[in-house]
């Protein structure tokens, strides 16, 4: 994915909508893709909040104590919360689809904030 994708992807994210496109291309340059197959967990409630993840395509659930709280989708974010607090993550997201992610890493973060 080229980096003016990623900035238009970005866009479209609540978090990232009031940035201008000099900072959404610094973000785009730290961001790496991921790739989530279907039924995969991508991280499980106490695991370290490491990164936040924007979904391009596919589903994810996020759940508590294995109960469903919310199907996530594309162009949706997960994981901020843990990585702005530094916590552990307070729930776990799977993929329900086969998913392209892209992955913000909490150093890249805190820089572009």
Do not use: W
Request: glycine share 8%; charged share 25%; proline share 1%.
């Amino acid at each position: 994915m080229i980096t003016m994708q990623k900035v238009l992807l970005l866009r479209r994210a609540e978090l990232f909508a009031e940035m201008t496109t000099r900072q959404l291309g610094h973000v785009a340059s730290v961001t790496e893709e991921q790739v989530q197959p279907a039924g995969s967990v991508i991280f499980s409630e106490g695991d370290a909040g490491d990164a936040l993840f924007l979904i391009v395509s596919g589903k994810v659930e996020v759940l508590r104590a294995g109960k469903r709280l919310k199907v996530l989708q594309d162009a949706d974010y997960f994981g901020e919360l843990a990585v702005l607090t530094g916590e552990a993550r307070n729930a776990s997201v799977r993929a329900l689809t086969d998913c392209l992610l892209l992955r913000l890493e909490r150093s890249d973060f805190h820089q572009v904030l």
